[in-house]
């Protein structure tokens, strides 16, 4: 699977847009772009997941550029409770080596009162 | 509420001792994956299970062991347990395999003294 690169930590304020970009340069033309979150221990909770096109579902936006090389998730209207650690996973559809989701170290999001 | 199940929620032990977690898939989900998270290692993919039949092993110790019953429900067996085996253990789910979307459970948090 590609290797991905987040920024280690962000912060945002309270009602506002919260943008945690992710880059993967390596990324392959079947591999797809998974984002999860965790808040504090509990289990990564799924946001939202893309292969080429932008997506949107009712957590988030995933915008990916067209050479697929990084992508951003989009929280609109970012509330204390976003504050979580945010991973971008790339994966491929199917794999021999079964269909593991490899965890890097995340973007700590801290959302500001 | 992601719908995975994992039994029980914490467990104290002592080293040398052997322990078995449990876990519910949501239901139809036939995937069941486990994964460790520990402090210096962060998560880790450990092993999938498909339908009864283990289908991928990551760095699964061989003290560790897995299996998934017909009713499809997994248990994860840790055998002559050490300091380092002190970590949060999560069971994730999919319907099936490839990129579907693995689900959460709130983990297991295991401390060995």
């Known amino acids: 699977d590609a290797k991905t690169t987040q920024p280690t930590s962000m912060d945002c304020a309270e009602g506002r847009a919260a943008n945690l970009p992710c880059n993967h340069s390596?990324?392959?033309?079947?591999?797809?772009v998974y984002w999860y979150r965790q808040i504090h221990s509990q289990g990564p909770q799924y946001i939202i997941h893309?292969?080429?096109n932008n997506e949107t579902n009712e957590m988030a936006s995933l915008i990916i550029t067209e050479d697929r090389k990084s992508s951003t998730l989009i929280l609109p209207h970012a509330t204390l409770r976003d504050t979580a650690v945010y991973y971008c996973?790339?994966?491929?559809?199917?794999?021999?080596?079964?269909?593991?989701?490899?965890f890097g170290t995340g973007t700590r999001l801290a959302v500001r009162p | 509420d992601s719908g995975v199940t994992q039994t029980p929620k914490h467990l104290i032990t002592a080293t040398g001792q052997r322990v078995t977690l449990r876990c519910s898939p949501r239901s139809g989900d036939l995937s069941v994956y486990w994964y460790q998270q520990s402090l210096d290692q962060g998560l880790q993919f450990l092993i999938q299970?498909?339908?009864?039949?283990?289908?991928a092993k990551g760095n699964i110790l061989e003290r560790f062991s897995a299996q998934q019953f017909p009713d499809l429900h997994s248990e994860l067996n840790l055998s002559s347990l050490e300091l380092g085996d002190s970590a949060l253990y999560f069971c994730?789910?999919?319907?099936?395999?490839?990129?579907?979307?693995?689900?959460f459970g709130p983990g297991t948090r295991l401390l060995v003294l």
């Open positions: 299970y498909y339908n009864g039949e283990e289908r």
């Open positions: 390596t990324i392959s033309g079947n591999e797809y």
């Open positions: 994730a789910s999919s319907v099936g395999t490839g990129k579907e979307t693995q689900y």
């Open positions: 996973i790339v994966r491929v559809g199917r794999g021999s080596s079964g269909d593991k989701l490899t």
């Open positions: 893309g292969l080429k």
